[in-house]
Nanobody, 126 residues
Framework: QVQLVESGGGLVQAGGSLRLSCAAS????????MGWFRQAPGKEREFVAA???????????YYADSVKGRFTISRDNAKDTVYLQMKSLKLEDTAVYYC????????????????WGQGTQVTVSS
């Protein structure tokens, strides 16, 4: 089992920044691909970003087109934590953001992730 706890959400004006954190516990963090998803009211949960783990100290970030260039995913395996730095936030970024984990390589599919956090609300105001 992997337990995930998100934090860092809140209310921010359009154009502002937020950093989300997801603390993991329960298994070897470095063996898991970590993803961020979001769900706006009345919409399906969608992929935002993910990072996998490569051999050695290199990991790669993957992004939805809607956030590419504005969001950055990173992970600190020493702290068992993955981050989502969000900049130039837009009204359409408003959603509940979820952290997710799956063993092995990353995926953009909600159904491929085994573990989920409880979510953190991000609200972007005009």
């Amino acid at each position: 089992q992997v337990q995930l706890v998100e934090s860092g959400g809140g209310l921010v004006q359009a154009g502002g920044s937020l950093r989300l954190s997801c603390a993991a516990s329960g298994r070897t963090f470095r063996d898991y691909a970590m993803g961020w998803f979001r769900q706006a009211p009345g919409k399906e949960r969608e992929f935002v970003a993910a990072t996998t783990w490569d051999h050695g100290s290199v990991y790669y970030g993957y992004y939805a087109d809607s956030v590419k260039g504005r969001f950055t995913i990173s992970r600190d395996n020493a702290k068992d934590t993955v981050y989502l730095q969000m900049k130039s936030l837009k009204l359409e970024d408003t959603a509940v953001y979820y952290c997710a984990a799956r063993p092995g390589s990353y995926s953009r599919s909600v159904g491929h992730y085994d573990y989920w956090g409880q979510g953190t609300q991000v609200t972007v105001s005009s």
